[in-house]
């Protein structure tokens, strides 16, 4: 089983510059969401999706857009990428609320933004 | 604050030894779960304890949760070279969607 895939692995940008991370799950999860990593520190939520069509902003989502247009996939945009999101990227997605069940995550998309 | 405070922040033992890692919140403590991140990759799920309960096990994991002190251990017993991660714990007091991360604890096993 495939479980959450991201694509790339790997990014670099320019400052200004705009970019989709990809996330796919095959498992038929209806909650995903998008976290990001910064060095020594835990994740931060950017947003999430409680199925197909539903999208709301997680702790930190200035910068970022998302949409859910089908149950499998989960895009994350950046519309004009700086510097503060150099980050490693992480979608999880889980059959339930990420709060009472297991979360699955991607191996996650290392961005730099110079 | 949600996030959950991890002690220690690092922790190096032997092979065969205990690990023991502790956490707690300023909040009410709902559901809490601990996850694994070995370097670079993505989070691995470990365990989930209820609010009303007050130990799980989980293999050579074993997981207390105490909501009167708003804190949780994560015991590893008979530690391997491969248990060498960052284990987060995770508080979802007050939210269906989002866990909240700790800085976690960096957990190194030596041979």
């Known amino acids: 089983n495939a479980g959450v895939t991201q694509t790339p692995k790997f990014q670099v940008l320019k400052t200004g510059q705009s970019m989709t991370l990809q996330c796919a799950q095959d498992m038929n999860h209806e909650y995903m969401s998008w976290y990001r990593q910064d060095p020594g520190m835990g994740l931060r939520l950017i947003h999430y999706?409680?199925?197909?069509?539903?999208?709301d902003q997680g702790e930190v989502p200035n910068g970022y857009n998302v949409s859910r247009s089908t149950t499998e996939d989960f895009p994350l945009r950046l519309l004009s990428a700086a510097p503060s999101q150099t980050s490693v990227y992480f979608c999880?997605?889980?059959?339930?609320?990420?709060?009472?069940?297991?979360?699955?995550f991607g191996q996650g998309t290392r961005l730099t933004v110079v | 604050s949600q996030q959950g405070e991890e002690d220690p922040q690092a922790l190096s033992i032997q092979e065969g030894e205990n690990a023991t890692m502790n956490c707690s919140y300023k909040t009410s403590i709902n559901n809490l779960q601990w996850y694994r991140q070995n370097s670079g990759r993505g989070l691995v799920h470990l365990i989930l304890i209820r609010s009303n309960e007050r130990e799980k096990h989980s293999g050579r994991l074993r997981v207390t949760l105490d909501t009167s002190k708003k804190s949780s251990s994560l015991l590893i017993t008979a530690s391997r070279a491969a248990d060498t991660a960052s284990y987060f714990c995770?508080?979802?007091?007050?939210?269906?969607?989002?866990?909240?991360f700790g800085k976690g604890t960096l957990l190194t096993v030596n041979p």
């Open positions: 999880a997605s889980s059959s339930g609320p990420h709060t009472a069940t297991e979360a699955f």
């Open positions: 995770v508080n979802s007091g007050g939210s269906n969607y989002k866990l909240t």
């Open positions: 999706s409680v199925g197909a069509g539903i999208t």
